[in-house]
C-alpha cells in the first residue's frame, strides 16, 4: 500500500474543556532524549527550546525563497535507520547547506525516535495562518519546527469537549507559543489508544506582514501496513 502524506487540511475543529489533567498535558524537555516522554499516556505535547539560527532565518527572507513553493516529500528510512533526503532540491543560495543539514538533523531526530520506515516532510511557506482556530490533528505524533516567524501556539488541555460549539475555543488564549527553532511534538487522535476527543490543541498563531514569510517543517510518521 503506497504511503501517503498527510494534508494540513485533514484536521478537526474543536473546543476544549478544562480537566485535572491539564497541566501535565504539555512537556518542556531540555534535553531532546527527553522527547521520549510523549509516549507517556498523560502526554499530549512535548516542547523543547532550541537556539534559532540567524542565518537559516534570514536566508528564508531573501528574493530566491520569495517565489519558492516550499516542499513536500515520502522521505523513505533505510534499514539502519538513515532518511535518505538526497532527492531534496531547495533554491540556490549560499545557506542551501545549512538549511538541507538542519532538515538531516530533524528527520534523523524524527526517524530514531518513531521508528518508522518512511517519513511524510513538509515544508510550508506561508503569508498567513494555514490553520487558525484551535483544532486537534488526525495524526499519531507530529514534529513541528517553525524556522521564521511565530511559532504553533498550544492550549494546555487533557481533555476536549465536541459537545462545545468550535468557537467557543476560538477565542481563548494560548498557553503557550513555540519560539523559532523549537521543536514541538504533538499527539494527534490517530494515536493508538486515543479516541477522536483526545489530541494536542494547537493552532496556527496570526502572522504580520513584516514577518512573512513564515517557514514551517512538519514531519509525520508514514507506515505501509
Known sequence: MEPTIPHPTAMRPVAYAASPLAMQSTRRVDRLADLSEIFESDVLICH???????????AFAQPVFQSWPGLRAVVPVSSDGIPQIDRLRLPEHPEAAAITAEIRFLTQLYADLIGCPSIGLRVERLDRAMCPKWHVDRTGIRLLCTWRGPGTEWLDAAGIDHRALPTMAGDSPASGRAAPFDLLLLKGTAWPGHA??????????????????????????????
Open 48 to 58: 523543547h527550546p532550541r537556539r534559532a539560527c540567524t542565518r537559516i532565518m534570514d
Open 196 to 225: 477522536e476527543q483526545r489530541g494536542a490543541i494547537h493552532r496556527s498563531p496570526s502572522v504580520a506582514p513584516e514577518a512573512c514569510p513564515r517557514i514551517i517543517l512538519a514531519l509525520d510518521a508514514l507506515w505501509t501496513d
